[in-house]
């Protein structure tokens, strides 16, 4: 949900609401970006864009339900306030210096001091991938003893602080919510984290009692389901449980996401196991096959506690269904990389290979080769289209990668994920390719890669259609 707000009026906001005001120096943008995760599922945000006055201030009223972690952003700055219902906040900050800390005025002054304090103090030397990265040098215990010791460093800072007791009970309860799922997804991490940064083909060897800490009775606790650190210390238990329960011989035919959801289903309870159903339907749904996705959404409809989390699953459901095979594919027109008009309905009568790419993704450019090879194979058909659609935000990065590569098709860009195209298409990741035939309905929306033996055969396929 995207707002756009003019300068607020001086009476205080209602209950359900925040109001985020302030002064920014040097401001590389007309507008601020006002925003918290709604959602941690599928990181849905809550967003508001507050335009710069003449004098470069800003007012944003932001709906809110429950005391969260909400951003404001410009580029070159982004500054982490602790919000309440009905809380009225006003900073001062230089989009220029990203190491400042911003002036706080108005309700929740001690709780946004010493987060500013703590982001640029402690959390700014712990961020997940720098610890992580300690695993290529670092064994289980070391490693262990190294990320109790952040722990530890980033508790005392919050509870030695002078203004303590003055703090909102749900911001402590929150932060040490916060610091305490960091410890246990960045413990969890370090197999993978390890194997990855040494080289590894599979995971080191732990000690016994490595995962002792997951046996804390209330390790899952639906409080924190709001939390980034809990989802994706959810997630990573996830991915820990299917590890432990993998048979020898592997999960074989059964489908990978059809065996976590009833892993999860017997493993968490409350609204902690309707997240972690909906984000095993979800991957389902978006990567899985769509027939079995069917059964589970269908299952999950009547498991769920939650109209939240039905409502997410519906709306990523119908979404793909809506692109399945048989159904129109949405339409578009942009401008090609000789700023000429095109649309998709311009290749009525031909069949279209439609590329969504991007010149900084590695898998989409591990791709370029063989696309070059099979264009060449099809050189004969000159009813197959290759239309490639670029999510680049850099225009002359993928001008120049386009011309440096050779990418032999037509060329379209448009500015990130988040433009309409690439959301008509329910983009979440690239490479994402789609097959559309000669009367404009999908023929498949999950073809093979270019590199995939059978590509050759599924083109030819939808030729002759």
């Known amino acids: ?12 906001p209602a209950p359900d609401y925040a109001t985020i005001t302030g002064y920014v120096e040097n401001p590389s943008d007309e507008q601020v970006e006002v925003y918290y995760i709604k959602e941690t599922v599928t990181n849905t945000r809550e967003e508001v864009k507050a335009p710069l006055d003449e004098n470069n201030r800003f007012s944003a009223s932001l709906p809110l339900d429950e005391p969260r972690l909400v951003s404001v952003r ?46 640029a103090d402690v959390a700014s030397k712990y961020a997940r991938m720098t610890v992580l990265s300690k695993a290529a040098e670092m064994g289980p215990d070391e490693f262990r003893l190294y990320v109790t010791d952040n722990y530890e460093e980033k508790l005392n800072y919050l509870r030695n602080d002078i203004r303590f007791d003055e703090l909102s009970e749900a911001f402590v309860s929150m932060m040490e919510a916060n610091i305490r799922y960091e410890k246990k ?9 390890a194997a990855h940064f040494r080289g590894l083909d599979s995971h080191p060897e732990l000690p016994e009692g490595y995962y002792d800490f ?6 899952f606790n639906d409080q924190y389901t709001n939390l ?60 899985g096959d769509f027939e079995l996705a069917g059964e589970h959404y269908e299952r999950f409809m009547d498991l769920a506690t939650s109209d939240k989390y039905k409502d997410l699953v519906d709306a990523e459901y119908q979404q793909v269904l809506d692109l399945s095979p048989g159904k129109p594919a949405p339409e578009f027109t942009l401008t090609d990389i000789d700023g000429e008009e095109v649309s998709l309905s311009d290749f009525r009568g031909q069949v279209v290979y439609l590329d969504f790419w991007a010149s900084w993704c590695g898998p989409c450019m591990q791709q370029v080769p063989y696309a070059r090879e099979l264009k060449k194979r099809m050189e004969d058909h000159d009813d197959l289209v290759f239309l490639y659609i670029s999510v680049d935000t850099d225009e002359q990065a ?46 498949d929306n999950r073809p093979p890669r270019p590199s995939h033996d059978n590509i050759d055969e599924v083109l030819l396929a939808a030729l002759e259609e």
């Open 185 to 193: 997804g960045e413990l969890m991490e370090y197999p993978m984290a």
């Open 398 to 443: 993928w001008r120049s990668k386009v011309a440096e590569e050779n990418i032999q098709g037509v060329h379209l860009n448009v500015p990130g994920f988040s433009h309409e195209v690439p959301a008509s298409y329910n983009l979440r990741g690239v490479p994402t390719f789609y097959l559309i035939g000669r009367d404009g309905n999908i023929v």
């Open 74 to 119: 410009i580029p070159r700055r982004s500054i982490s306030l602790y919000l309440e219902p009905g809380a009225e906040v006003d900073i001062t900050f230089d989009a220029d210096d990203s190491t400042g800390i911003p002036g706080i005025e108005g309700d929740l002054v001690a709780e946004n001091r010493l987060l500013a304090g703590y982001n």
């Open 1 to 12: 949900m995207i707002l756009v707000v003019a300068l607020a009026a001086c009476s205080r």
């Open 228 to 287: 980034q650190s809990y989802v994706a210390f959810l997630n990573v238990y996830q991915n820990y449980m299917m590890q432990q329960n993998e048979p020898a011989e592997g999960y074989g035919d059964r489908d990978y996401y059809s065996v976590l959801f009833e892993q999860s289903y017997d493993a968490f309870t409350g609204e902690t196991r309707d997240i972690a159903l909906a984000g095993a339907v979800i991957s389902m749904i978006r990567f």
């Open 214 to 219: 997951l046996d804390d009775a209330e390790i």
